[in-house]
């Protein structure tokens, strides 16, 4: 719902239980007024009588262009007496670039503009598109507010325009810039912060006088800082306070800041990382920037992380995978690495057969000269010699049996001991005179330019044409370090990055449409490239290469701070851990992977009788619970980065069921008698959980709890609650 007051200028969007209020004030500016709980439209006039005005410039007074600098804005400029961090930068020809955007219109419409070549949300109610023109130079910006009555977000984003004649180069263009809305609050920011095989560990800083910033600079999301920033307001906790989420629905080098200044004004903003950046645009042409998801929670960071789960669903991934029923894989990634033939896939598939997985995911090493990870990326045609008869035996073998068949693609990178490379050593990003990095002995291609992701995309087509593939695993192993293409101009470098995303996008989007019926997973090193932008093409996402039933919990803990449990890709693997050689039972195994799209990486042919039996057993348990991976809210209830525990559940939309996973980290002689209070259950209702012979209300096991179970190390306790029905 988009309200505007022509008498006040002003203008309060809401949705399902938030407002974002904004005013025009006397001097031009798009001042932001209001974030927090849902109020009504008449509160308008209120609000810039009580807040509003006393920052508003008197257009009277000589110096009121300098009360900018205390000015809650919606666009920040630079050269006018705000001396905070700008969220436009525009240069001019003559290299100046002071700026004082102001009003001029705008605009309310039904739906959401689609963003050309970029991820974006699939639709909306309304959007409020605002324009301001800059006193000094030809750049208009639009600033775009789309809301939906039953959402919690808030889409922004932002597109400049030269209007006039002679070109303007944009240093920064930011998608966003907002204020926290009471000074006298403490806040504290958290961020999801890791590295390979430790992604999204969520770290929480109060907040002070001065920039936080987290970024990328790898030229994709990253595993070390995700496009996400949870503001968290005095003693905000997981189940109560208020919150505010910023997530960039962007995959590229990104930043996202706050910055407070000494009289406790906190600004945020953020979008494609402004660090060695820099976009042309000649008059006529315009620039637009990825979305950001905002949302506002007064039910603590759960509440935050149901509303963006809730989010990520309905509104940015594809409604036609979204609540589909994900299939059980079994991955051969860990069961052989490179070092796999026909027979050996074989009697994995069969296995996996008799236990009722549903589909066999063929990982790295199938094509070109690939027997390590020395060469044959892009090279993407079978390696005969260790495939006898190519992909048909194995995909015929997948049938036989009644298992689908995926396969793992690297469509951004190169090997330079690849036929590809030989023919196009140019195809890479390097620079001339300049030893480029190699990361994991590969380099990246230049998808900055159409020929070559034309070639890639033609490249995988004709192995999704010629084979039965149902399923894609699209990996992407380094980051990007030498920034240059020699097909762009010297002053145009800065747009390297961003365009090198562009390219990225194009070809998932002409892929998944010409695939339709081709279910795409995205992966980077593990979940190096886990974002709103990814999820947009992604419905899941391999979450990390950490299959440890321990370390998992926290990675799956962090990465559900924004992210839906359903995207979440997550596998059983062998013990001791490939990572870190810690051993854990197969149930917990089992169980942790349960919270996501389920499969197993482990070569099933080595399991013992037991542990085949512990297999069915689990894909019993999720194809009984697999709905409410897809469509349940999430609840988090022992934090693991706190405690010795983790414990998650999620709930049934209408509460008639919910499933608790859980995990004792390590032993302790005291620890006994500890309650584990239950979450998100109807109060009124009674339930059972039969694995502990519990039958309570609703209220008493949210209140009272159930007792922790006491096991063994890294032992681990599934259970089913279900609604009794009188
Ligand atoms: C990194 C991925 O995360 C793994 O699952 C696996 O696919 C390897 N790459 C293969 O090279």
């Not at 969520?202 to 995700?226: D, K, W």
């Not at 709890?705 to 681990?716: A, F, K, T």
Request: with cysteine; aromatic share 12%.
């Amino acid at each position: 719902m988009i309200y505007f007051d022509k008498l006040s200028d002003g203008f309060i969007l809401s949705g399902k239980n938030y407002s974002y209020a904004i005013f025009v004030n006397r001097a031009g500016y798009l001042q932001h007024l209001y974030y927090g709980k849902k109020i009504g439209e008449s509160d308008l006039a209120f609000l810039i009588k009580t807040q509003g005005e006393k920052l508003s410039p008197n257009p009277e007074d000589i110096n009121a262009d300098m009360l900018t600098d205390c000015m809650p804005s919606e666009c920040g400029f630079f050269g006018r007496g705000d001396f905070r961090s700008a969220t436009v930068i525009a240069e001019r020809e003559d290299g100046s670039v002071m700026s004082s955007f102001k009003y001029v219109k705008h605009a309310i419409s039904g739906g959401v503009a689609r963003i050309k070549g970029q991820p974006c949300v699939r639709k909306a109610d309304n959007t409020l598109t605002i324009t301001l023109k800059d006193d000094f130079s030809d750049i208009e910006i639009d600033l775009n507010y789309s809301v939906s009555d039953n959402s919690d977000v808030l889409i922004k984003n932002t597109e400049m325009r030269n209007t006039g004649k002679t070109c303007i180069k944009l240093k920064k263009a930011f998608s966003f810039c907002t204020n926290l809305p009471d000074i006298d609050k403490q806040y504290s920011a958290l961020r999801l912060a890791g590295s390979w095989a430790s992604e999204r560990r969520p770290v929480i800083t109060p907040l002070a006088e001065g920039t936080l910033r987290i970024e990328s600079t790898r030229g994709y999301s990253s595993h070390q800082m995700n496009p996400f920033m949870a503001i968290l307001a005095d003693s905000c906790t997981e189940n109560s306070g208020e919150c505010y989420g910023f997530n960039l629905l962007y995959s590229g080098s990104f930043a996202l800041t706050t910055e407070m200044t000494s009289d406790k004004n906190i600004r945020v903003q953020g979008g494609i990382n402004d660090y060695l950046f820099g976009w042309e645009l000649d008059g006529g042409e315009s620039f637009i920037t990825p979305q950001t998801a905002l949302c506002y929670s007064a039910e603590g960071l759960g509440g935050l992380s149901r509303a963006y789960h809730d989010f990520f669903r309905e509104y940015v991934i594809d409604p036609k995978r979204v609540y589909e029923r994900r299939p059980i894989v079994i991955n051969n990634w860990e069961a052989t690495y490179f070092n796999f033939d026909n027979e050996k896939l074989f009697a994995i598939i069969d296995e996996a057969a008799k236990l009722g997985i549903d589909m066999f995911v063929l990982d790295d090493g199938w094509f070109g000269k690939r027997n390590d990870d020395k060469s044959g990326l892009g090279d993407w045609f079978v390696n005969n010699k260790k495939l006898k008869g190519g992909l048909k035996p194995i995909i015929d073998r997948c049938k036989k049996n009644g298992l689908k068949f995926g396969l793992w693609f690297e469509p951004e990178m190169i090997s330079e001991d690849s036929d590809l490379y030989r023919a196009h050593p140019d195809w890479a990003i390097k620079k001339e005179g300049v030893e480029p990095c190699r990361g994991r002995n590969q380099l990246v291609l230049d998808f900055t330019r159409k020929e070559i992701v034309d070639y890639v995309f033609n490249a995988v087509s004709k192995v999704l044409k010629e084979n039965d593939i149902s399923y894609v695993k699209w990996d992407k192993n380094r980051d990007i370090t030498e920034n240059f293409s020699a097909s762009l101009l010297a002053d145009r470098q800065g747009e390297f990055l961003h365009r090198y995303t562009l390219g990225f996008y194009d070809l998932a989007e002409r892929l998944i449409s010409a695939f339709p019926d081709v279910f795409f997973e995205g992966c980077a090193g593990g979940g190096g490239r886990f974002d709103g932008g990814a999820l947009y093409y992604f419905p899941q996402i391999w979450t990390s290469d950490d299959t440890d039933g321990l370390e998992r919990t926290k990675i799956q803990w962090g990465t559900s701070m924004c992210y839906p449990v359903s995207a979440m890709s997550c596998h059983v693997s062998a013990c001791p851990n490939h990572q870190t050689q810690r051993i854990t039972p197969f149930k917990t195994r089992g169980a942790i992977a349960s919270f996501g799209a389920t499969g197993y990486e482990l070569d099933l042919t080595k399991l013992t009788a037991e542990e085949k039996e512990q297999v069915k057993e689990q894909i019993a348990n999720y194809k009984r619970i697999d709905g409410l991976v897809l469509n349940g809210d999430l609840f988090r209830l022992a934090n693991p980065f706190e405690t010795d525990y983790f414990c998650e559940m999620i709930v049934a939309k209408d509460k008639t069921e919910a499933y608790v996973v859980g995990e004792r980290f390590r032993g302790d002689p005291c620890d006994h008698d500890r309650l584990l209070k239950l979450n998100g259950l109807d109060e009124n209702k009674t339930y059972t959980i039969k694995e502990l012979g519990v039958t309570a209300s609703g209220k008493a096991l949210m209140s009272a709890g159930v007792y922790y179970p006491r096991l063994p190390d890294c032992g681990s306790w599934i259970w089913h609650i279900e609604k009794i029905t009188k």
